[in-house]
């Protein structure tokens, strides 16, 4: 029964997933979701109470999603070298966004909406960076203590503030403007010349 629960809502959240990537948060029905899924709107109510809450949920599992890239934990006991910390994370980030454009799509969406003025929206975009921000930061303060990321009078915060920045030009413009392989050029620059000397290339 709790397998069937996990599949079931499994597959009211892809459904949404793919509505709210294609058509945004305002042009997705519950009438697409219940086709696309096949179950009754009472079905999908009884594990949703609402679009807004089947939406919220997508996306905090997106957040989530990159949050685990940025924050695994490598096999090695020793404390990564802040290049190739910086540089694996955001090349993992880059491929994941490259290969699942529904994943681009929706933030775009959010961030579209956002702009528009939409209060709700506004307020689940900070929700979102706030809690990225903070659980990032968390793993940046144990990993690197002290003064060891702040450079050119940058704090680990304003680090981590410029990484969630990066992140969101990615998402508009990865595989659009911007290549893969032009990306992660871009990212290896920058990193590199954040931390001194540019990284040799594989």
């Known amino acids: ?35 696309k899924t096949g179950l009754s709107k009472g079905a999908i109510y009884w594990y949703f109470p609402g679009k807004w809450e089947m939406y919220t949920a997508v996306l905090s599992e997106e957040s989530e999603r990159i949050k685990g890239i940025v924050l695994a934990a490598e096999t090695t006991p020793a404390l990564p070298q802040p290049t190739e910390f910086f540089m694996t994370r955001g090349e993992r980030i880059i491929d994941m966004l490259a290969d699942d454009p529904l994943c681009r799509l929706l933030f775009v969406h959010l961030m579209l909406e956002a702009m528009r003025g939409r209060e709700e929206m506004i307020d689940f975009v900070t929700s979102l960076r706030g809690s990225i921000t903070e659980d990032v930061l968390a793993v940046f303060e144990r990993l690197f203590p002290g003064n060891s990321l702040q450079i050119h009078a940058l704090s680990h915060r304003d ?17 659009l403007t911007v290549s893969r392989e032009d990306a992660k050029k871009s990212w290896r620059f920058l990193v590199g010349s954040i931390w001194g000397g540019i990284p040799h290339e594989s």
């Open 1 to 35: 029964m709790a397998e069937d629960s996990r599949n079931a809502r499994k597959t009211i959240l892809d459904a949404a997933r793919e509505g709210f990537a294609l058509k945004g948060y305002y042009g997705t029905s519950m009438d697409f979701i219940v086709k």
């Open 159 to 175: 680090l981590v503030s410029m990484f969630v920045s990066i992140l969101h030009g990615l998402i508009l413009n990865l595989e």
